[in-house]
Nanobody
């Protein structure tokens, strides 16, 4: 089994910062991409940021200049550092990873359970 466990969400005032973490564990042979998406109530889940195993990053327009994604391949962990948070950043943030469980298996996408981020004064 594979698990993605997020942490670091919470309540923060507008203009504040938060750092989310996501650790993948279980039967893992290789990970090629990890990332973050978020979902507001009543809306579809939306991409926020992603990072490849080689360190290439990409961001949604809403995250550029304010969020930084980074990873630790040795720990199968991805981080999302968020600065200058706005009320519209309020959402449940989900971690995702493309994982190969064995050399003969197929790549599969896994999701974490989500962590709530609330930006409010």
């Amino acid at each position: 089994q594979v698990q993605l466990v997020e942490s670091g969400g919470g309540l923060v005032q507008p203009g504040g910062s938060l750092r989310l973490s996501c650790a993948a564990s279980g039967t893992i042979f290789r990970i090629n991409n990890m990332g973050w998406s978020r979902q507001d109530p009543g809306k579809q889940r939306a991409f926020v940021a992603g990072i490849s195993s080689g360190g290439t990053t990409n961001y949604a327009d809403s995250a550029k200049g304010r969020f930084t994604i980074s990873g630790d391949n040795a720990k199968n962990t991805v981080y999302l550092q968020m600065y200058s948070l706005k009320p519209e950043d309020t959402a449940v943030y989900y971690c995702t990873a493309n994982i190969l469980k064995g050399p003969s298996d197929s790549w599969q996408a896994y999701w974490g359970q989500g962590t709530q981020v609330t930006v409010s004064s």
